[in-house]
T-cell receptor, first 115, second 114 residues
Framework: SAVISQKPSRDICQRGTSLTIQCQVDSQVTMMFWYRQQPGQSLTLIATANQGSEATYESGFVIDKFPISRPNLTFSTLTVSNMSPEDSSIYLC????????????FGPGTRLTVL | KNQVEQSPQSLIILEGKNCTLQCNYTVSPFSNLRWYKQDTGRGPVSLTIMTFSENTKSNGRYTATLDADTKQSSLHITASQLSDSASYICVIPGRGSTLGRLYFGRGTQLTVWP
């Protein structure tokens, strides 16, 4: 399996500010994914980040609000910009390994609270 | 429309008891179904992956079943422990035009009481 770490694990932020979440994987992976999990809800895909190309965003998510970087095969960042209380969620990154039947492994998540 | 429905939404059982969680899906085409366990404040962790041809798969005290004809899966937990308290999520990956997409159920929140 993969070891995935995220920083920070949690944060409390003020409305209007931005937070950058880091995701580090212990193996090189082509595809990394960013999810949002609102309280009591299932995971919602924000975007897919492939190294060397622009991230692909899902309907309802835009690059200006959630810019993503993917500088190499083991690291990615997600920024939540101009935050509002509605952005309070858990944000998770995940990776997919084709050699393990396309199984996805998830990071521990970043719990974000916006006041 | 590709959907994954789980029941019950929440469940409380006493330590040592067994329980069964349900997952019904409409995702098509189908390749495999995954059960994840998500502890509070943690990311989901894979319990089992069941392919189209598998009917039953066990992982310790967890046993998953799959009926691809009725598009139903269940996760049976035997001799529950306090550490089983978590959300259990049924996940199905897309294929064809939806390759790379995961379809998530909302999860069943299991609480095990001593």
């Amino acid at each position: 399996s993969a070891v995935i770490s995220q920083k920070p694990s949690r944060d409390i932020c003020q409305r209007g500010t931005s937070l950058t979440i880091q995701c580090q994987v212990d193996s090189q992976v082509t595809m990394m994914f960013w999810y949002r999990q609102q309280p009591g809800q299932s995971l919602t895909l924000i975007a897919t980040a492939n190294q060397g190309s622009e991230a692909t965003y899902e309907s309802g998510f835009v690059i200006d609000k959630f810019p993503i970087s993917r500088p190499n095969l083991t690291f990615s960042t997600l920024t939540v910009s101009n935050m509002s209380p509605e952005d309070s969620s858990i944000y998770l990154c995940s990776v997919e390994f084709t050699r393990w039947g396309n199984e996805q492994f998830f990071g521990p998540g970043t719990r974000l609270t916006v006041l | 429309k590709n959907q994954v429905e789980q029941s019950p939404q929440s469940l409380i059982i006493l330590e040592g008891k067994n329980c069964t969680l349900q997952c019904n899906y409409t995702v098509s085409p189908f390749s495999n179904l995954r059960w994840y366990k998500q502890d509070t404040g943690r990311g989901p962790v894979s319990l089992t992956i069941m392919t189209f041809s598998e009917n039953t798969k066990s992982n310790g005290r967890y046993t998953a079943t799959l009926d691809a004809d009725t598009k139903q899966s269940s996760l049976h937990i035997t001799a529950s422990q306090l550490s089983d308290s978590a959300s259990y999520i049924c996940v199905i990956p897309g294929r064809g035009s939806t390759l790379g997409r995961l379809y998530f159920g909302r999860g069943t929140q299991l609480t095990v009481w001593p």
